[in-house]
Protein backbone atom coordinates (compact mmCIF):
# COMPACT_ATOMS: atom_id res chain seq x y z
CA UNK A 1 0.00 0.00 0.00
CA UNK A 2 2.79 2.47 0.75
CA UNK A 3 4.49 1.15 -2.33
CA UNK A 4 1.80 1.98 -4.39
CA UNK A 5 1.30 5.51 -2.46
CA UNK A 6 5.06 6.86 -3.23
CA UNK A 7 4.52 5.65 -6.93
CA UNK A 8 1.53 7.63 -7.04
CA UNK A 9 2.98 10.25 -4.96
CA UNK A 10 6.29 10.57 -7.85
CA UNK A 11 3.94 10.35 -10.64
CA UNK A 12 1.97 13.45 -9.09
CA UNK A 13 5.24 15.57 -8.31
CA UNK A 14 6.36 14.85 -12.05
CA UNK A 15 3.25 15.92 -13.66
CA UNK A 16 3.52 19.18 -10.97
CA UNK A 17 7.05 19.64 -12.17
CA UNK A 18 6.16 19.49 -16.24
CA UNK A 19 3.49 21.71 -15.48
CA UNK A 20 5.54 24.29 -13.64
CA UNK A 21 8.28 23.99 -16.39
CA UNK A 22 5.75 24.61 -19.26
CA UNK A 23 4.56 27.72 -17.51
CA UNK A 24 8.12 29.08 -16.89
CA UNK A 25 9.92 31.23 -19.07
CA UNK A 26 12.79 30.04 -20.90
CA UNK A 27 14.98 30.85 -23.76
CA UNK A 28 12.35 30.74 -26.38
CA UNK A 29 10.55 32.58 -24.87
CA UNK A 30 13.00 35.44 -24.12
CA UNK A 31 13.81 34.96 -28.41
CA UNK A 32 10.11 35.76 -28.96
CA UNK A 33 10.17 38.55 -27.03
CA UNK A 34 13.33 39.85 -28.98
CA UNK A 35 12.34 39.39 -32.18
CA UNK A 36 9.01 40.42 -31.80
CA UNK A 37 10.12 43.52 -29.85
CA UNK A 38 12.62 44.49 -32.30
CA UNK A 39 10.07 43.97 -35.18
CA UNK A 40 7.87 46.12 -33.74
CA UNK A 41 10.09 48.94 -32.97
CA UNK A 42 11.62 48.61 -36.59
CA UNK A 43 7.79 49.37 -38.14
CA UNK A 44 6.93 51.68 -35.94
CA UNK A 45 9.95 54.01 -35.70
CA UNK A 46 12.20 53.38 -38.77
CA UNK A 47 9.55 52.25 -41.50
CA UNK A 48 6.89 54.41 -40.02
CA UNK A 49 4.10 52.93 -42.18
CA UNK A 50 0.15 52.98 -42.63
CA UNK A 51 -1.36 52.70 -38.35
CA UNK A 52 -2.85 49.56 -40.27
CA UNK A 53 0.38 47.78 -40.93
CA UNK A 54 1.77 49.31 -37.64
CA UNK A 55 -1.14 47.31 -35.72
CA UNK A 56 -0.79 44.26 -37.83
CA UNK A 57 2.54 44.48 -36.56
CA UNK A 58 1.68 44.54 -33.08
CA UNK A 59 -0.14 41.53 -33.51
CA UNK A 60 1.90 39.16 -34.86
CA UNK A 61 4.49 40.72 -32.29
CA UNK A 62 1.97 40.40 -29.38
CA UNK A 63 -0.12 37.54 -30.00
CA UNK A 64 0.83 35.10 -32.59
CA UNK A 65 4.38 34.89 -31.96
CA UNK A 66 3.56 33.88 -28.38
CA UNK A 67 1.00 31.95 -29.17
CA UNK A 68 2.68 29.97 -32.03
CA UNK A 69 5.45 29.34 -30.24
CA UNK A 70 3.75 28.06 -27.65
CA UNK A 71 1.96 25.47 -29.54
CA UNK A 72 4.62 24.21 -31.22
CA UNK A 73 6.56 23.60 -28.62
CA UNK A 74 3.42 22.34 -26.63
CA UNK A 75 3.95 25.01 -23.74
CA UNK A 76 1.04 25.52 -21.33
CA UNK A 77 -1.25 28.20 -22.59
CA UNK A 78 -2.99 29.14 -19.67
CA UNK A 79 -2.02 32.68 -19.41
CA UNK A 80 -4.81 33.55 -22.47
CA UNK A 81 -7.55 32.57 -20.13
CA UNK A 82 -10.62 34.70 -20.61
CA UNK A 83 -12.71 33.16 -18.39
CA UNK A 84 -14.40 33.98 -15.27
CA UNK A 85 -16.92 33.09 -13.11
CA UNK A 86 -20.23 34.72 -13.43
CA UNK A 87 -21.24 35.61 -10.16
CA UNK A 88 -17.85 37.35 -9.49
CA UNK A 89 -18.13 39.24 -13.39
CA UNK A 90 -21.40 40.77 -12.24
CA UNK A 91 -19.69 42.08 -8.73
CA UNK A 92 -16.52 43.16 -10.79
CA UNK A 93 -17.96 44.78 -13.23
CA UNK A 94 -20.29 47.08 -11.07
CA UNK A 95 -17.95 47.66 -8.64
CA UNK A 96 -15.60 49.13 -12.06
CA UNK A 97 -17.88 50.44 -13.63
CA UNK A 98 -18.85 52.91 -10.54
CA UNK A 99 -15.17 53.41 -10.45
CA UNK A 100 -14.89 54.41 -14.04
CA UNK A 101 -18.16 56.88 -13.90
CA UNK A 102 -15.99 58.70 -10.79
CA UNK A 103 -12.83 59.41 -12.34
CA UNK A 104 -13.87 60.00 -15.39
CA UNK A 105 -16.07 62.67 -14.15
CA UNK A 106 -13.62 63.84 -12.14
CA UNK A 107 -11.28 64.09 -14.92
CA UNK A 108 -13.99 66.02 -16.92
CA UNK A 109 -14.17 68.27 -13.97
CA UNK A 110 -10.32 69.17 -14.58
CA UNK A 111 -9.75 68.60 -18.10
CA UNK A 112 -8.63 72.14 -19.20
CA UNK A 113 -5.85 72.31 -16.79
CA UNK A 114 -4.81 68.39 -17.69
CA UNK A 115 -4.17 69.61 -21.38
CA UNK A 116 -2.85 72.65 -20.73
CA UNK A 117 -0.03 70.53 -18.23
CA UNK A 118 -0.30 67.57 -21.06
CA UNK A 119 -0.31 70.01 -23.68
CA UNK A 120 -2.83 67.49 -25.80
CA UNK A 121 -3.73 70.36 -28.31
CA UNK A 122 0.19 69.88 -29.73
CA UNK A 123 0.24 66.39 -29.43
CA UNK A 124 -3.05 65.99 -31.47
CA UNK A 125 -1.98 68.05 -34.30
CA UNK A 126 1.09 66.09 -33.92
CA UNK A 127 -0.28 63.36 -34.98
CA UNK A 128 -2.58 64.67 -37.19
CA UNK A 129 -0.41 66.09 -39.55
CA UNK A 130 1.97 63.54 -39.44
CA UNK A 131 -0.62 60.81 -40.47
CA UNK A 132 -2.93 62.94 -42.13
CA UNK A 133 -6.15 61.95 -40.57
CA UNK A 134 -9.32 63.18 -40.50
CA UNK A 135 -11.40 63.80 -37.50
CA UNK A 136 -13.37 60.58 -38.54
CA UNK A 137 -10.16 58.52 -38.56
CA UNK A 138 -8.71 59.41 -35.31
CA UNK A 139 -12.11 59.24 -33.73
CA UNK A 140 -11.82 55.39 -35.18
CA UNK A 141 -8.48 54.92 -33.99
CA UNK A 142 -9.75 56.02 -30.52
CA UNK A 143 -12.30 53.60 -30.25
CA UNK A 144 -9.85 50.28 -32.13
CA UNK A 145 -7.11 51.36 -29.60
CA UNK A 146 -9.47 51.22 -26.69
CA UNK A 147 -10.86 48.22 -27.35
CA UNK A 148 -8.63 46.19 -29.88
CA UNK A 149 -5.23 47.41 -28.94
CA UNK A 150 -5.94 47.18 -25.12
CA UNK A 151 -6.58 43.14 -25.47
CA UNK A 152 -3.38 43.07 -27.52
CA UNK A 153 -1.13 44.84 -24.67
CA UNK A 154 -3.02 42.71 -22.20
CA UNK A 155 -2.50 39.14 -23.81
CA UNK A 156 1.18 40.19 -23.98
CA UNK A 157 2.25 42.31 -20.93
CA UNK A 158 -0.46 40.46 -18.47
CA UNK A 159 -0.99 36.62 -19.90
CA UNK A 160 2.28 35.63 -21.95
CA UNK A 161 5.27 37.74 -19.98
CA UNK A 162 3.56 38.05 -16.46
CA UNK A 163 2.57 34.07 -16.15
CA UNK A 164 5.47 32.71 -17.98
CA UNK A 165 7.60 34.86 -16.00
CA UNK A 166 5.52 34.38 -12.32
CA UNK A 167 6.70 30.59 -13.34
CA UNK A 168 10.14 30.94 -13.09
CA UNK A 169 10.67 33.67 -11.27
CA UNK A 170 7.71 34.02 -8.82
CA UNK A 171 5.52 36.73 -8.79
CA UNK A 172 7.02 40.14 -7.40
CA UNK A 173 10.05 39.87 -10.37
CA UNK A 174 7.31 39.01 -12.55
CA UNK A 175 5.31 41.73 -12.08
CA UNK A 176 7.80 44.13 -11.79
CA UNK A 177 9.72 43.10 -15.19
CA UNK A 178 6.00 43.09 -16.58
CA UNK A 179 5.64 46.00 -15.43
CA UNK A 180 8.59 48.10 -16.64
CA UNK A 181 8.53 46.72 -19.90
CA UNK A 182 4.69 48.05 -19.97
CA UNK A 183 6.09 51.42 -19.30
CA UNK A 184 9.28 51.09 -21.49
CA UNK A 185 6.92 50.17 -24.41
CA UNK A 186 5.07 53.03 -24.60
CA UNK A 187 7.91 55.05 -25.18
CA UNK A 188 7.74 53.73 -28.64
CA UNK A 189 4.69 56.00 -29.25
CA UNK A 190 5.49 59.59 -27.10
CA UNK A 191 8.82 59.72 -26.23
CA UNK A 192 8.82 63.18 -27.97
CA UNK A 193 5.61 64.36 -26.54
CA UNK A 194 6.80 65.45 -23.23
CA UNK A 195 9.52 66.91 -21.22
CA UNK A 196 11.70 64.96 -19.35
CA UNK A 197 10.29 65.42 -16.23
CA UNK A 198 6.78 65.11 -17.40
CA UNK A 199 8.19 61.94 -19.63
CA UNK A 200 9.26 60.40 -16.28
CA UNK A 201 5.74 61.17 -14.56
CA UNK A 202 3.67 59.12 -17.31
CA UNK A 203 6.24 56.42 -17.04
CA UNK A 204 5.76 56.25 -13.44
CA UNK A 205 2.04 56.30 -13.58
CA UNK A 206 2.09 53.50 -16.25
CA UNK A 207 4.44 51.07 -14.28
CA UNK A 208 1.98 51.81 -11.40
CA UNK A 209 -0.99 50.87 -13.57
CA UNK A 210 1.02 47.72 -14.86
CA UNK A 211 1.18 46.58 -11.16
CA UNK A 212 -2.07 46.91 -10.49
CA UNK A 213 -3.68 45.15 -13.85
CA UNK A 214 -0.62 42.63 -12.44
CA UNK A 215 -2.12 41.56 -9.45
CA UNK A 216 -5.38 41.65 -10.76
CA UNK A 217 -4.67 38.84 -13.37
CA UNK A 218 -3.15 37.05 -10.90
CA UNK A 219 -6.19 37.25 -8.56
CA UNK A 220 -8.56 36.60 -10.99
CA UNK A 221 -6.29 34.13 -13.10
CA UNK A 222 -8.13 35.78 -16.23
CA UNK A 223 -7.45 38.33 -18.74
CA UNK A 224 -11.11 39.53 -18.97
CA UNK A 225 -10.82 42.03 -16.23
CA UNK A 226 -7.80 43.56 -16.94
CA UNK A 227 -9.18 43.88 -20.80
CA UNK A 228 -12.17 45.28 -19.52
CA UNK A 229 -9.98 47.88 -17.16
CA UNK A 230 -7.36 49.01 -19.60
CA UNK A 231 -10.13 49.73 -22.44
CA UNK A 232 -12.05 51.59 -19.87
CA UNK A 233 -8.75 53.38 -18.91
CA UNK A 234 -7.81 54.44 -22.64
CA UNK A 235 -11.58 55.63 -22.94
CA UNK A 236 -11.23 57.71 -20.13
CA UNK A 237 -8.40 59.06 -21.17
CA UNK A 238 -10.05 60.10 -24.71
CA UNK A 239 -12.54 61.64 -22.90
CA UNK A 240 -10.60 64.48 -21.84
CA UNK A 241 -8.85 65.11 -25.71
CA UNK A 242 -11.72 65.02 -27.68
CA UNK A 243 -12.54 68.46 -27.63
CA UNK A 244 -9.32 68.84 -29.23
CA UNK A 245 -9.87 66.34 -32.28
Known amino acids: ?6 HTDNILAKEESS ?3 AKSFDLIDLLVVIVGV ?27 LPLVSSYLLRQDISWLRLRMDRTEVKKYLIRVLLIAAAVISFLLLISETLNEFFRVAKIIDEVKNRTNASRQLVLASLVYISVVNSFMEEVYFRGFL ?26 ITFRSWFSPPLLLLVLSALTFAGLVLNHITIRYRSLLPVWFIHALMNFTIFTVILPYI
Not at 1 to 6: F, L, Q, V
Not at 49 to 56: C, G, I, R
Request: glycine residues 4%; aromatic residues 16%; charged residues 15%.
Open 1 to 6: MNTKTS
Open 19 to 21: VTL
Open 38 to 64: SLYIYVARIWQPTYMVKSATKALAFVV
Open 162 to 187: LVRLEGRYGYRPASWISALLFAAYHL
